[in-house]
């Protein structure tokens, strides 16, 4: 209660123990054409493993795509990837194929295939199901049988209700050897399914084999097959339960051979946008690194970039990395230029990253070396500064900014070019005998000279903002009083300090008080405070003096000290 009526003892708990909250730096953010996996769904990985097992081992259409998210996975290990819709279409056991993109898209279908490949594309085609009923003689001749304990009869959950016979064993194969690289290869087994709707397994989750089957990673369950009968119901009812005692019947075993997968592995400009799309909302999505594999032609290579430049800046909290084309750089002999004339047309931002060159890589998943954009390799260079310093380092140079697994660099910038292309905002990846692959350069895609065209101001101001503004959330609906504006600057002052110990900026201050929030913003109910940062520099350019003297002169004389 607000007030106390009688004499007794009210205990009220106050927390004055609000913190600026650390947040995510190094989640990155990519979007492109895969051989299988959802369509059109964030999926978080931590590893190049994952990426293979998720999104299919790559061929020469997706590999530019799978191995720059690959590159990223080398230096930091999260990373939120969507497959781009195409033309792709999921295999089926009629050979008609149909697109399911993901679980949501399926929720939505009324299929009329029996089994559905669980993903667009034509490594479906290489799947097969089975299904053994329980019947003892159909058991004996199922090829697969040794492959479960024993024959399918009647379940627990069954028999408790009066019903008979309702088991089934599920097994899916890869057929054709597309997974495996050997055919009829068993890739999951489900035993003692069953055909009862409602039956449950001993732990309480659906034995329903419709429900099993839809936890297989490579199939989903379409629609039923007649030829099962379940004692007085047929399967194409959907509605068979235990409910009522009753023998499920036998019948032979079912083989599906899944057919009808299609590939379309070129997306467009706007199919690679719309997978993006899923990551613009700052409110619903972190992600802190995008980086995207450039188009080829028809001004793609531009439209896709300045979207991606558009969406950082609109979020706010994030960086894009840029590369240009990988025929700009490769089997040419104006690189230089070519990658100056692609960066001219790119949006001046400092929420956005150009490179230079795209390099060589090898392919362990098709024994060929192959040329990639140099975009995922930048990100994952920010995200290792996170792990080894902090965001407010810059990833550039010999002590963050040397590239992981490449054999060369397509374009190999000199003096003169690295001088061109950084005045054009794009930072030059170098390669020093001795040295390795380097970073070049930190420069932001901002044109206006300012502390912002750094990428580690960029990516501080990044971390403060964020980390304040989540932390500022909780001053909403509270009063505008000094109590409440001594909290905020209480909250804030630890965390800036802890930031310039760690080498992040140079000085600041806050101001909240009443000389920033008059009486006119109180009363319109809004809250100001002015958050005033030096940024720490980082060194862009070196001078060294040598200077030679006589013998007999004093030092001090010359230096003045």
Known sequence: MAFQVSPGVQVKEIDLTNVVPAVSTSIGGFAGAFNWGPVEEIVTLGSEKELAARFGTPDNNTARYFLTAASFLKYGNALKVVRAATTNLNATSTGTGVLVKNRDDYDTHTLTAQVVAKYPGVLG?????????ADAAAFAT?????????????????????????????????EDGAWTGTAGSVLETFPFASLASDAKAD????SYYADVLNTSSYVWFGAHDASFILGGFTVAAGVADVTAAGDFGTSAALMFSLTGG??????????????????????????????????????????IANYLLGVATDRKDCLAFISPPVEDTVGTAQAAVDVKAFADQLTSTSYGVIDSTALKVYDKYNDVYRW?????????????????????????????????????????????????????RVNPITSFP???????????AQTKPSAFDRINVRRLFIVLEKAVATAAKYQLFEFNDDFTRAMFRNMVEPFLRDVKGRRGLTDFAVVCDGTNNTGEIIDTNQFVADIYIKPARSINFIT???IATRTGVEFSEIIGQ
Not at 203 to 206: E, P
């Open 125 to 133: 085609n290489s799947l097969k199901v089975s299904m053994c009923p």
């Open 142 to 174: 199922w090829p697969y049988a040794r492959n479960f304990d024993s024959v399918p009869g009647t379940s627990a959950y069954a028999a408790e209700r009066g019903a008979t016979n309702d088991e089934v064993h599920i097994i899916v194969l890869d």
């Open 203 to 206: 732990n309480g989750t659906s």
């Open 262 to 303: 299609t590939d379309d592995n070129s997306p467009t400009a706007g199919e690679i946008m719309t997978a993006f799309g899923l990551l613009e909302d700052a409110e619903t999505v972190d992600v802190n690194l995008l980086f995207v594999v450039p188009g080829t032609d028809g001004g793609e290579d531009v439209t």
């Open 372 to 424: 990639i954009p140099a975009a995922g390799h930048m990100a994952g260079l920010c995200a290792n500064t996170d792990s080894v310093a902090d965001a407010w380092f810059s990833p550039a140079g010999f002590t963050r900014g040397q590239l992981l697994g490449v054999t060369k660099i397509a374009f190999n910038p000199k003096q003169a070019d690295r001088d061109m292309l950084y005045k054009a």
């Open 434 to 444: 001795g040295q390795g692959i380097v970073l070049y350069g930190d420069k932001t």
């Open 544 to 546: 060294l003096n040598f």
